[in-house]
């Protein structure tokens, strides 16, 4: 009897035996819902997606595709399949996974062989419909094949929901700015022809990290098929 309790236990050192307690059981897995848009997608319509949170260090997987680790700092890294990848702000059900995140895969071009192939909004963000909502808001930081394009181009919506975009083609520059109004912007939901490209951008908004953050997704699709397709991640 003395073995057996010992062997449902555990409690080897009580027994008389040596050893040390086994090591605790790992923390379950926890995952959250995302919409995931493609950047060679020929309509707005988004897939489901998921990214999942095994705990520090310990690579989790991604649907559609990849997978992503972070560190004990929250730094993440990418892997399976992916090249890179960029996240944006935490989700406050989850602070170790983003509210978005562009995923970048080799072999498409892109910058330094990074291609920002899918952008993942979580599930639960609300739509962002009109342009009004977005007055006063000013999305200063673009992310493309994975990279930072702050100092190439800036949005901002002014009080009456006049959407300004405006191009800096090189540092400090003043920039060249084109003015979209707010039935422009409501037509970009669904795509605007623009030189050549078909425009969609469709805001999110979603409390996180303490306030209401907005971030925008947009998908340019070249209208003469050259593959010149892209896609991008806006964010405040």
Same mark, same amino acid.
Request: charged fraction near 15%; include cysteine.
């Given at each position: 009897?003395?073995?057996?309790?010992?062997?449902?236990?555990?409690?080897?050192?009580?027994?008389?035996? *040596?050893?040390?307690?086994?090591?605790?059981?790992?923390?379950?897995?926890?995952?959250?819902?995302?919409?995931?848009?493609?950047?060679?997608?020929?309509?707005?319509?988004?897939?489901?997606?998921?990214?999942?949170?095994?705990?520090?260090? +310990?690579?989790?997987?991604?649907?559609?595709?990849?997978?992503?680790?972070? %560190?004990? $700092? *929250?730094?993440?890294?990418? =892997?399976? *399949?992916?090249? =890179?990848?960029?996240?944006?702000?935490?989700?406050?059900? $989850?602070?170790?996974?983003?509210?978005?995140?562009?995923?970048?895969?080799?072999?498409?071009?892109?910058?330094?062989?990074?291609?920002?192939?899918?952008?993942? #909004?979580?599930?639960?963000?609300?739509?962002?419909?009109?342009? +009004?909502?977005?007055?006063?808001?000013?999305?200063? &930081?673009?992310?493309?094949?994975?990279?930072? %394009?702050?100092? #190439?181009?800036?949005?901002?919506?002014?009080?009456?929901? $006049?959407?300004?975009?405006? &191009?800096?083609?090189?540092?400090?520059? &003043? =920039?060249?700015?084109? #003015?979209?109004?707010?039935? %422009?912007?409501?037509?970009?939901?669904?795509?605007?022809? +623009?030189?050549?490209?078909? &425009?969609?951008?469709?805001?999110?908004?979603?409390?996180?990290?303490?306030?209401?953050?907005? +971030?925008?997704?947009?998908?340019?699709?070249?209208?003469?098929? %050259?593959?010149?397709?892209?896609?991008?991640?806006?964010?405040?």
């Amino acid at each position: 009897m003395k073995s057996a309790i010992c062997l449902f236990t555990f409690a080897l050192s009580a027994c008389g035996g *040596g050893g040390s307690d086994p090591a605790p059981p790992l923390a379950p897995l926890s995952s959250s819902e995302y919409l995931a848009y493609h950047y060679a997608a020929s309509d707005t319509q988004a897939i489901y997606a998921k990214l999942s949170d095994a705990g520090a260090n +310990i690579s989790s997987p991604i649907i559609p595709k990849g997978s992503l680790t972070y %560190d004990a $700092n *929250g730094q993440y890294s990418w =892997g399976n *399949g992916l090249s =890179g990848g960029s996240a944006v702000y935490r989700l406050p059900e $989850n602070p170790h996974l983003p509210f978005a995140a562009m995923l970048c895969e080799p072999g498409l071009g892109g910058v330094k062989d990074k291609k920002g192939t899918y952008v993942l #909004i979580a599930a639960n963000a609300t739509k962002v419909s009109s342009a +009004i909502e977005l007055a006063g808001q000013r999305f200063e &930081t673009s992310v493309s094949d994975c990279q930072d %394009d702050s100092q #190439i181009e800036h949005l901002s919506f002014d009080a009456q929901g $006049n959407m300004s975009r405006t &191009t800096f083609h090189y540092p400090n520059s &003043t =920039g060249v700015t084109v #003015i979209y109004s707010p039935a %422009d912007f409501q037509q970009m939901q669904t795509g605007l022809d +623009i030189l050549g490209y078909r &425009t969609r951008l469709q805001a999110f908004k979603l409390v996180a990290e303490g306030k209401t953050r907005y +971030i925008m997704v947009e998908q340019n699709k070249s209208l003469n098929g %050259d593959g010149k397709d892209s896609i991008y991640l806006w964010k405040q």
